[in-house]
């Protein structure tokens, strides 16, 4: 067992990494609330795996449990999905002094996470994180949101959870593709601040070496992102840099309506296509590129895309949250493991 504290103060809470957690539940959620009722959100793939367990614990730790199961993907991360989980908490009679817990991946972690944090104007909530991104990225540091038609995470707010529950066991369930969408995250995280992490996992041959290991991977990350959100909660500086490959990533999944590639593929591409940019324009050490280029292939991660019309991509860039006063805000590396800030514009990308 490993954990981490996220040092917030007031909002300060526990990351604990175990293999096996998912069936003690109830003994880690009796450290952190003691009420009756709690609400489980969760969706139909992981309800199929993991919901019966997670609520068996539950119901043996004395708790009044109800489950709401919604269906698989991006589209459900939208803002008209909303009322209908606010009417499931009202018929369960929810309070602020109740518990939600988000039993899943990125989508029902941001999702439930603001249906959280909006509700009553506020229900504590813990994440239970089911895939490889959500347990190395979004399930860490309170960032909830929904999406719009027009873009990603463009309604949410900062709200974190009371604990983040982390049994790198459930990854044995994951797909091979969706396995591959959290390795796009991982990677982002030696490129941005760990060389020697970035190396390691270059030295790994096969997906049995990485789940050797991957209790030691969600750690790294999970501590990187601890250090980056408590220097700077509010995603004003540092944070930003999490978003490596998140700007180009953003537009190209909107461009393809969430359908052709998943958020990890599409930070992929992102983090490859604005290194070689970077490159071309001398911030850039010559070579990084590809060296991203081989890391996302040995993951069987796609680098590029071939995209026909570049005004819709550029018109999502220009929506994304990092773009302040027509300062668009670009996240580059000087090289493996530096990663810097840059003010630009939408021209960059040209």
Do not use: W
Request: charged share 30%.
């Amino acid at each position: 067992m490993r954990d981490l504290v996220v040092d917030l103060k007031e909002k300060s809470y526990s990351i604990i990494i175990k293999k096996g957690l998912i069936d003690e539940i109830n003994k880690e959620i009796a450290k952190i609330y003691k009420g009756k009722k709690i609400f489980v959100l969760t969706d139909e793939n992981v309800n199929f795996h993991y919901g019966d367990r997670v609520k068996e614990s539950l119901i043996k730790g004395g708790y009044d449990v109800k489950v709401m199961v919604l269906k698989p993907g991006e589209e459900t991360k939208s803002f008209n999905t909303l009322p209908s989980i606010y009417n499931e908490f009202l018929d369960f009679k929810l309070t602020r002094s109740d518990l939600i817990i988000t039993l899943g991946g990125g989508v029902i972690g941001d999702l439930g996470g603001f249906a959280a944090s909006t509700f009553l104007r506020g229900v504590d909530f813990v994440q239970i994180p089911t895939s490889l991104l959500a347990q190395v990225d979004s399930s860490v540091g309170g960032k909830v949101a929904v999406d719009l038609e027009r873009g990603k995470n463009l309604v949410g707010s900062f709200y974190h959870p009371k604990v983040v529950l982390i049994d790198p066991d459930v990854l044995n369930t994951l797909s091979d593709r969706f396995f591959r969408d959290g390795m796009a995250e991982v990677i982002k995280y030696g490129c941005i601040k760990n060389k020697d992490f970035f190396y390691k996992l270059k030295s790994y041959k096969t997906k049995k070496e990485v789940m050797k290991n991957i209790e030691e991977i969600i750690y790294i990350c999970c501590d990187i992102k601890r250090i980056v959100v408590e220097n700077d909660e509010k995603d004003k500086g540092e944070r930003m840099l999490l978003n490596f490959g998140h700007t180009l990533g953003h537009a190209i999944e909107t461009y393809y309506n969430f359908n052709k590639y998943s958020h990890g593929e599409a930070v992929g591409i992102g983090m490859y296509e604005i290194t070689k940019i970077a490159e071309e324009k001398g911030i850039t050490k010559i070579g990084t590129s590809d060296e991203l280029k081989d890391i996302l292939i040995q993951y069987s991660l796609p680098y590029s895309v071939d995209i026909k019309n570049s005004d819709e991509i550029l018109e999502t860039i220009s929506l994304d949250k990092k773009n302040i006063n027509n300062t668009l805000k670009v996240i580059l590396l000087n090289e493996i493991g530096k990663s810097i800030l840059e003010n630009t514009n939408i021209e960059f990308f040209d």
